[in-house]
């Protein structure tokens, strides 16, 4: 009797049923990692709104208790993963506030108090939070808004550090106090400012840059030092300092005087003003510079953009 034959049994699976398994497997991990990616977006998106309108919240206290928005986002609900990017405008009283949390990115503002998607002008993604350059003349662009004490005053074009004219006060005495002084910028009692501008002269003698603290009538309510015997040489010189706006401070006037004896050829130069609210100093930008904008009139106005 012939030996009987057993048919074959297959115990695995073939390479093509391998590869459609490894394939199906795919789909299902991209689809599942799609949806965990979405689920994360949509949390970090839930996350941040509701921190935005935490946020908005508290501004809008302040701004009722105050009379005006908080200068910084210092303080201001946020949950581990939201970082703020915050802009004020100290003239107009108004702030624009964008969150990020990941990859989502919403902003509110004084004027748009629903959280939309995006960020403020100037706000990039991990980017620098935009400032404002409160003064209302920056570089002296515009003729006027200026004054001198013993001294008279005018708008020369060429060599300016900032722009193409700058103010230059030529002495009336020759003794005694003297300067340029003009309205500078509007403040909020009780906040702190910083006061950079750049000056030059003919002569070495030493300048005393001061603030003068005025009411809405425009009535001195106190000054304040901001440095004083800067030595003066024909280059531009930068001068800088903070003080703090005291009660009933509507504007900040700038003076640039001279105390001790000279001749009446003598003069200073000022121009390239930068007035920020803080202690941080900035490099010189107005609305003139790439990334700024205008408050209002070009260069008889506030303008903002990212710090230089």
Same mark, same amino acid.
């Given at each position: 009797?012939?030996?009987?034959?057993?048919?074959?049994?297959?115990?695995g699976?073939?390479?093509?049923?391998?590869?459609?398994?490894?394939?199906?497997?795919?789909?299902?991990?991209?689809?599942?990692?799609g949806?965990?990616?979405?689920?994360?977006?949509?949390?970090r998106?839930?996350s941040?709104?509701s921190?935005?309108?935490?946020?908005?919240?508290?501004?809008?206290?302040?701004?009722?208790?105050? @009379? !005006?928005y908080?200068? $910084?986002?210092?303080g201001?609900?946020?949950?581990? &993963? #939201? =970082?703020? /990017?915050?802009?004020?405008?100290?003239?107009?009283?108004?702030?624009?506030?964008?969150?990020?949390?990941?990859?989502?990115m919403?902003?509110?503002?004084?004027?748009?108090?629903?959280?939309?998607?995006?960020?403020?002008?100037?706000?990039?993604?991990?980017?620098?939070?935009?400032?404002?350059?409160?003064?209302?003349?920056?570089?002296?662009?515009?003729?006027?808004?200026?004054?001198?004490?013993?001294?008279?005053?005018?708008?020369?074009?060429? @060599? !300016?550090?900032?722009? $193409?004219?700058?103010?230059?006060?030529?002495?009336? &005495? #020759? =003794?005694? /106090?003297?300067?340029?002084?003009?309205?500078?910028?509007?403040?909020?009692?009780?906040?702190?400012?910083?006061?950079?501008?750049h000056?030059?002269?003919?002569?070495?003698?030493?300048?005393d840059?001061?603030?003068?603290?005025?009411?809405?009538?425009?009535?001195?309510?106190?000054?304040?030092?901001?440095?004083a015997?800067?030595?003066m040489?024909?280059?531009?010189?930068?001068?800088?300092?903070?003080?703090?706006?005291?009660?009933?401070?509507?504007w900040?006037?700038?003076?640039?005087?001279?105390?001790?004896?000279?001749?009446?050829?003598?003069?200073?130069?000022?121009?390239?003003?930068?007035?920020?609210?803080?202690?941080?100093?900035?490099?010189?930008?107005?609305?003139s510079?790439?990334?700024?904008?205008?408050?209002?009139?070009?260069?008889?106005?506030?303008?903002?953009?990212?710090?230089?």
């Open positions: 009797m012939s030996a009987l034959s057993h048919p074959h049994h297959r115990s699976f073939t390479i093509v049923e391998l590869l459609i398994v490894i394939v199906v497997i795919g789909i299902l991990a991209v689809l599942a990692i949806a965990f990616s979405r689920a994360q977006d949509q949390a998106a839930a941040v709104q921190d935005l309108k935490a946020s908005a919240k508290q501004l809008e206290k302040t701004n009722t208790e105050t @009379g !005006a908080p200068a $910084t986002a210092a201001l609900p946020a949950s581990p &993963n #939201t =970082t703020y /990017q915050y802009a004020y405008d100290s003239a107009a009283n108004t702030y624009c506030l964008t969150g990020e949390n990941g990859n989502q919403f902003t509110i503002s004084s004027s748009e108090r629903a959280p939309k998607q995006g960020g403020c002008f100037g706000h990039n993604a991990g980017g620098p939070t935009v400032i404002t350059n409160l003064a209302t003349r920056p570089s002296f662009e515009v003729a006027g808004g200026v004054n001198a004490y013993n001294a008279t005053y005018g708008f020369p074009s060429g @060599g !300016a550090y900032a722009g $193409t004219s700058f103010v230059r006060a030529t002495r009336t &005495n #020759t =003794t005694g /106090q003297g300067g340029p002084w003009w309205d500078a910028a509007f403040v909020q009692p009780g906040r702190t400012y910083r006061l950079t501008l000056a030059r002269s003919n002569v070495t003698s030493p300048r840059v001061s603030i003068e603290w005025m009411s809405g009538s425009f009535s001195i309510i106190s000054v304040s030092p901001v440095q015997s800067v030595p040489t024909s280059n531009w010189t930068r001068i800088s300092g903070t003080a703090t706006a005291p009660a009933g401070a509507n900040m006037r700038v003076t640039v005087y001279t105390n001790g004896p000279g001749t009446t050829s003598d003069y200073v130069d000022v121009d390239g003003v930068i007035i920020t609210e803080g202690t941080n100093t900035y490099n010189y930008a107005d609305g510079t790439a990334g700024w904008t205008w408050g209002g009139t070009a260069h008889a106005s506030t303008s903002s953009g990212m710090a230089q």
